[in-house]
Nanobody
Framework: VQLQASGGGLVQPGGSLRLSCVAS????????MGWYRQAPGKQRELVAIISTGGITNYADPAKGRFTIARDNAKNTVSLQMNSLIPEDTAVYYCRAVTLGMEIYWGQGTLVTVSS
């Protein structure tokens, strides 16, 4: 599975961005899709994941501000990010885990929150 992430950019604190990840094939059989991020000098960390059944899980920094959604018909998973803060600055990666436990990563999209 190839994953193409997009939607990153420069946004002011308090602003919003919507990230999208398009898969090269149907995601209906992909167990989990998620977003991770890696800030400069830090390890990659979970932001949010969503199961094939739509069950979501968010890391604490994302709770109440970010929303993950998947559209199986369009082979996409999105991340709506609101109330962005400078600490959200990172490269955001899309990840897919298949039912066979194969893991695929997208190329990353940079989000910069700065005034």
């Amino acid at each position: 599975v190839q994953l193409q992430a997009s939607g990153g950019g420069l946004v002011q604190p308090g602003g919003s961005l919507r990230l999208s990840c398009v898969a090269s094939r149907s995601i209906s059989s992909i167990a989990n899709m998620g977003w991770y991020r890696q800030a400069p000098g830090k390890q990659r960390e979970l932001v949010a994941i969503i199961s094939t059944g739509g069950i979501t899980n968010y890391a604490d920094p994302a709770k109440g501000r970010f929303t993950i959604a998947r559209d199986n018909a369009k082979n996409t998973v999105s991340l709506q990010m609101n109330s962005l803060i400078p600490e959200d600055t990172a490269v955001y990666y899309c990840r897919a885990v298949t039912l066979g436990m194969e893991i695929y990563w997208g190329q990353g999209t940079l989000v910069t929150v700065s005034s």
